[in-house]
């Protein structure tokens, strides 16, 4: 959906390197998501902000970090990357209730060597 | 705790036969259900979700999805398969306990042949 948008598509990083995803919506949603998706597992969600000042842990938010730059905006950081991070990552964003979908970005492929 | 099951890694259905993917899910309340679908290099695509009331749900490119609260699933279902149908389906759950996120199945990935 190019209304969010993810930089970069893809990247190769050494272990122990620093890395930020970016992710911009131009839907003009408060609620804006990350997931990763791995093999069989489904979308796990890494982290979720219902506004610039709402920063929430997902469910395997251990060594992931987020920002919420503004409503458009928000970058994933990987601090010291390691291997079993290389995944598919994904940004979406939403608004609020219980019956609004979630919009997707192109995803990130990310591979840690 | 929600979770939510796709029983199948992998569908194959000729093209022009019924196609089904299956999903089951497990909470303790009301369940609000979505379909997504994923074509080869792209983002997840809402497909359709589940609204308290009509059991049979329609939504995009023909598909629809069946909720039966007995058995505890929301089968998609498309009459009609197409080749371009060929991506990878999620089943995904929501419920309002837990802060209106979403819970996704494993995926199950549709292969539509000629």
């Known amino acids: 959906d190019a209304d969010v948008t993810q930089t970069p598509r893809n990247r190769i990083t050494k272990t122990g390197k620093r890395i930020m995803l970016e992710c911009s919506q131009t839907?003009?949603?408060?609620?804006m998501y990350w997931y990763r998706q791995d093999p069989g597992l489904g979308l796990r969600l890494i982290y979720y902000?219902?506004?610039?000042?709402?920063?929430n842990k997902g469910e395997i938010s251990d060594g992931y970090s987020v920002s919420r730059q503004a409503q458009a905006k928000f970058s994933l950081s990987l601090e010291s990357a390691i291997p079993n991070q290389t995944a598919l990552y994904f940004c979406?964003?939403?608004?609020?209730?219980?019956?609004?979908?979630?919009?997707f970005g192109p995803g990130t492929r990310l591979t840690v060597t | 705790a929600q979770s939510v099951a796709q029983p199948e890694d992998q569908v194959n259905v000729a093209e022009g036969n019924p196609l089904t993917v299956k999903c089951t899910y497990s909470?303790?309340?009301?369940?609000?259900l979505f379909w997504y679908v994923q074509y080869p290099n792209r983002g997840l695509q809402f497909l359709l979700k589940?609204?308290?009331?009509?059991?049979l749900v329609k939504g995009s490119y023909g598909f629809e999805a069946e909720f039966n609260k007995s058995q505890t699933s929301f089968h998609l279902k498309k009459p009609s398969a197409l080749v371009s149908d060929s991506a990878l389906y999620f089943c995904?759950?929501?419920?309002?306990?837990?802060?209106?996120?979403?819970?996704f199945g494993g995926g199950t990935r549709v292969l539509v042949k000629p």
């Open positions: 979406a964003t939403g608004q609020s209730g219980l019956l609004s979908e979630q919009y």
């Open positions: 839907k003009g949603h408060d609620r």
């Open positions: 902000s219902f506004d610039v000042k709402d920063i």
């Open positions: 909470v303790s309340g009301n369940p609000y």
């Open positions: 589940y609204i308290t009331g009509d059991n």
């Open positions: 995904a759950l929501r419920l309002e306990a837990a802060g209106n996120k979403l819970t």
